[in-house]
């Protein structure tokens, strides 16, 4: 099994303009749509591990404090892209594409928020 996680999802309160931004700013990790229905859509390379949705309760979707999802890249251009065209589609920057020495050498990343604010990663191990 090559992962610990089934799937991970957020909360938003703008399902057609997050399924857009999604769409874009994973694409740039070769990460697509893989699963969709009313107010949900589900991404990844194989399997939709990645959701993004309208909250099952109808309350507003809220941002967790020390949240964050990290997609892995394959190349610093992907990186790079990934946090251009978040920024393009109305991301905020969280952190511009370089190593991060804290966590290790040769681990190279970008942080942006989405459009609700939740906080997304792309990371690479060079």
Same mark, same amino acid.
């Given at each position: 099994?090559?992962?610990?996680?089934?799937?991970?999802?957020?909360?938003?309160?703008?399902?057609?303009?997050?399924?857009?931004?999604?769409?874009?700013?994973?694409?740039?990790?070769?990460?697509?749509? =893989?699963?969709?229905? +009313?107010? &949900? @859509?589900?991404?990844? $390379? #194989?399997?939709?591990?990645?959701?993004?949705?309208?909250?099952?309760?109808?309350?507003?979707?809220?941002?967790?404090?020390?949240?964050?999802?990290?997609?892995?890249?394959?190349?610093?251009?992907?990186?790079?892209?990934?946090?251009?065209?978040?920024?393009? =589609?109305?991301?905020? +920057?969280? &952190? @511009?594409?370089?190593? $991060? #020495?804290?966590?290790?050498?040769?681990?190279?990343?970008?942080?942006?928020?989405?459009?609700?604010?939740?906080?997304?990663?792309?990371?690479?191990?060079?």
């Amino acid at each position: 099994m090559p992962s610990i996680l089934s799937h991970v999802s957020l909360g938003t309160n703008q399902y057609e303009r997050a399924k857009a931004f999604y769409d874009a700013v994973l694409g740039t990790l070769g990460i697509g749509c =893989l699963m969709s229905f +009313d107010g &949900g @859509a589900g991404y990844g $390379r #194989k399997f939709p591990e990645f959701w993004v949705q309208l909250p099952h309760d109808q309350q507003r979707a809220t941002v967790g404090n020390g949240v964050h999802i990290c997609f892995r890249a394959e190349s610093v251009d992907q990186v790079k892209a990934f946090h251009a065209r978040a920024l393009e =589609l109305g991301g905020t +920057d969280d &952190g @511009a594409p370089g190593y $991060r #020495k804290e966590y290790s050498d040769n681990y190279y990343a970008a942080f942006v928020r989405d459009l609700d604010g939740n906080k997304i990663e792309a990371m690479l191990m060079t």
